[in-house]
């Protein structure tokens, strides 16, 4: 299902432009911007870079910051978000990270990811946002789905005017 309202938001003004990075989510939130019928007057592209060698070479992850969380945490998140603008020249990046499963080695108890938002301003610094998303209880499929589904909410929400 794409994300119902976005293609207006971004419509303007201003005009923006948005890409994706995703580790976790394995290109379920590039699958639902795309969806949205004239996706391409917005969307720049997106990437799933699923190991840290990739976080770090394509979209300048921080790789000790990363190595130390095991490249899922919303800071983490965040450097996706905003390398994804700078990679694809976007205003607006989006990100997911987490473990789509439980892992003993990696001490996960359940599934669970991050998103994040990147907002890039010429002339001033990224505006960013990140969130957590617990899947206790759920699927592999089923936790990626509702961190696809919550990055795309706050996308929505974070674009959407404040109330007058």
């Known amino acids: 299902m794409p994300a119902p309202g976005l293609k207006s938001l971004l419509a303007g003004p201003p005009r923006l432009t948005l890409a994706v ?11 639902r911007i795309g969806a949205i019928s004239g996706a391409s007057d917005f969307f720049q592209g997106g990437i799933t870079a699923y190991s840290l060698d990739q976080k770090v070479r394509h979209l300048g992850v921080d ?6 969380v095991d490249c899922v945490s ?5 450097q996706m978000a905003r390398g994804a603008c700078a990679l694809f020249g ?4 989006v990100a997911t990270t987490g473990y789509a499963e439980v892992s003993d ?26 969130g957590r998303v617990d899947c206790p209880g759920v699927s592999r499929t089923e936790a990626q789905e509702r961190v696809t589904e919550a990055a795309l909410a706050a996308l929505i929400d974070w674009l959407r005017p404040a109330p007058k």
């Open 90 to 93: 976007a205003d607006l990046g």
């Open 105 to 130: 080695h990696l001490r996960t108890p359940h599934p669970y990811g991050w998103w994040a938002l990147a907002r890039i301003r010429p002339g001033k610094d990224a505006e960013t946002l990140f």
């Open 74 to 78: 919303g800071p983490i998140a965040a």
């Open 21 to 31: 990075a995703e580790s976790m989510t394995c290109g379920l939130v590039q699958a």
């Open 63 to 68: 790789r000790i910051a990363a190595e130390a």
